[in-house]
């Protein structure tokens, strides 16, 4: 084994032990304003931190490779891989941050009458799939996986694209619950970014594996 | 119009066959760079454009070498006339034991050039070609060995601009410089493809990447992969390319 490829291997398991991290953080978030659970609410919030610390970490390791090894060809891809995936990884952290930030100071779980027609169950659902999918693809360097995901952000964006429409009826029906249905949305929109943040990933994913930059491209998706 | 060519080219010492089968095109103004592991062929290669392995014994060659489309390896091929078009540039800065203007006028002189104000100003606009005229040009007289390395080397490259080439071979012309030195001739290079062809042997993969257009990845004596620079060290295709480049080899 080559000085580079423990460097490489060391930062590969940071990026696994991140991505996870931000796959339970969203779940956490998930269940804590689902069930109004303030303690995992709590958890969450503190654990961001670690999110953090991760993104430095990577940072700092991928740019000592970047400087110190000269890395070419697929070692060269990897880290400039690293490095943008470490970036919306980290974003993606922050959102479930903010969920979580929702659910510690609600007062109780987040209502079935709101939780149900801004789809959020299904949203989280969505967003959790893509995000253990993309982790998948990574771990197995399985461009089929990585091509499952552009499909997926579609079930993102279609609530998010009527949430004004939704919005708009649900606070006419509950009209005292609008700052709850207003968290909804906000909600929805991190949710709707989180796929976005995730396509990121998997284009950055393809450009590692492939070498193929698909960035602003309409011919994308299926290749 | 191609500058150089190997086409279906086999080399043999006697009975070990140090070439096999290559096939490359060099085309005008451009760099490009041979790199793979010692003994694998590429230094070979090189020197079959200005005839240089004539000299090892048990050298013999199969197929076509051409410069400037003109088969190099022709039976009626005048070898002075043919090495006037092809520069060669060593590992090694061999300066003669001269003036710093007789080493650049040396070719010259050889080539029947006796006019002095011609010796004069192609002496001039070689040295300044090679980057060297602002720190010599006050000097001149003074012998070639009181200079630098890095000078030295510059100075082995002005002496074959001298007798304007086509091609210009470069045989690790900077592994025994300092970093400075190394950055002058890295820059010297990109400054001379503008007017020149230049073929440069490396074992410095990031010389090859940063100074070449295209590269040639030779192993074994054969020739496994030649590419744009960017494509070899962003993705080359063939996976001995990638593993000799990434370290991981053997």
Not at chain 2, 12 to 35: C, G, H, R
Not at chain 2, 64 to 82: A, C, F, H, P, W
Not at chain 2, 180 to 198: A, M, P, Q, V
Request: net charge negative; charged share 25%.
């Amino acid at each position: 084994m080559t000085v580079i490829d423990n460097n490489i291997q060391q930062i590969r398991t940071d990026l696994v032990q991140m991505w996870t991290l931000v796959i339970n953080q969203m779940e956490k978030a998930r269940l804590a304003l689902i069930n109004g659970d303030k303690n995992l609410a709590r958890e969450v919030r503190m654990n961001e931190k670690r999110v953090d610390a991760f993104e430095l970490k990577l940072d700092m390791d991928s740019e000592n490779v970047l400087m110190l090894k000269n890395p070419v060809a697929i070692d060269l891809r990897f880290i400039l891989s690293v490095l943008k995936i470490n970036y919306n990884l980290e974003r993606i952290g922050d959102y479930a941050n903010a969920i979580a930030k929702v659910a510690e100071h609600a007062n109780g779980p987040m209502p079935e009458d709101i939780l149900q027609p801004t789809h959020l169950p299904e949203m989280f659902f969505t967003a959790q799939s893509m995000l253990q999918e993309s982790l998948y693809a990574f771990e197995k360097s399985d461009r089929n996986h990585v091509n499952v995901l552009f499909g997926m952000d579609e079930k993102l964006d279609k609530p998010n694209n009527n949430a004004n429409v939704i919005i708009s009826q649900l606070i006419k029906e509950k009209p005292d619950d609008t700052m709850l249905i207003l968290e909804a949305l906000s909600i929805m929109r991190k949710l709707e970014r989180t796929g976005d943040h995730i396509l990121n990933v998997a284009e950055e994913l393809i450009f590692y594996f492939d070498a193929i930059v698909i960035k602003h491209s309409k011919i994308h998706k299926n290749q | 119009m191609t500058q150089a060519e190997a086409k279906n080219v086999n080399v043999w010492y006697d009975s070990f066959q140090a070439l096999k089968d290559i096939s490359m095109t060099f085309e005008p103004n451009t760099v490009t760079a041979l790199i793979g592991p010692s003994g694998c062929g590429k230094s070979t290669f090189l020197r079959l454009f200005n005839r240089m392995n004539d000299l090892i014994p048990l050298f013999r060659v199969e197929g076509l070498v051409t410069v400037n489309g003109q088969n190099v390896y022709s039976k009626d091929i005048r070898l002075d006339e043919m090495r006037k078009k092809v520069g060669m540039v060593f590992q090694k800065p061999n300066p003669f034991p001269k003036s710093i203007f007789e080493n650049v006028a040396y070719g010259l002189r050889v080539n029947g050039i006796s006019n002095r104000k011609e010796i004069e100003e192609t002496v001039e606009r070689s040295l300044k070609q090679a980057a060297l005229w602002d720190e010599v040009k006050d000097s001149l007289k003074k012998s070639a060995m009181e200079l630098s390395g890095g000078q030295q080397q510059r100075l082995c490259i002005a002496r074959a601009l001298a007798v304007q080439p086509k091609l210009i071979l470069m045989d690790e012309p900077a592994s025994a410089l300092d970093p400075i030195s190394t950055n002058r001739i890295e820059e010297l290079i990109f400054e001379l493809k503008k007017d020149y062809t230049i073929i440069i042997v490396t074992h410095n993969l990031q010389q090859a990447g940063r100074i070449s257009d295209a590269t040639a990845f030779f192993y074994l004596g054969e020739l496994v992969e030649f590419n744009l620079t960017k494509k070899i060290f962003l993705n080359p295709d063939n996976e001995r390319t990638q593993n000799y480049i990434t370290g991981r080899f053997g």
